[in-house]
């Protein structure tokens, strides 16, 4: 019973407090860098979106084909970017 009761308590710990370190994440990871899951590629429009980490937010980034051709949906990324011309443009992807 007690084994069952911690189990309980690491669970909803986790989900409580996952969201908030997700949150955290952005933030923590300096300027002009987002973190989040991939939701969409468009290698025609050379561009990728992700939903924000901090902000649940979808956010599109402008990119080369080399950085499109790394990327999955549903994968995981810390988006370094540079602001140009009124777009985020994607200089560095981590996973």
């Given at each position: ?20 370190a997700?949150g ?17 590629i ?24 080399t ?22 443009v ?6």
């Amino acid at each position: 019973m007690k084994n069952r009761s911690l189990i309980v308590v690491v669970i909803l710990t986790v989900f409580l407090l996952g969201p908030v370190a997700m949150g955290w994440a952005c933030k923590s990871a300096g300027p002009n860098t987002h973190v989040g899951n991939v939701t969409t590629i468009d290698a025609k429009a050379q561009t990728f979106t992700i939903q924000d980490a901090e902000t649940d937010q979808p956010m599109t980034f402008a990119a080369t084909d080399t950085i499109l051709k790394e990327l999955k949906v549903k994968d995981r990324v810390m988006v370094g970017y540079k602001e140009e011309k009124g777009k985020m443009v994607a200089v560095d992807i981590r996973s």
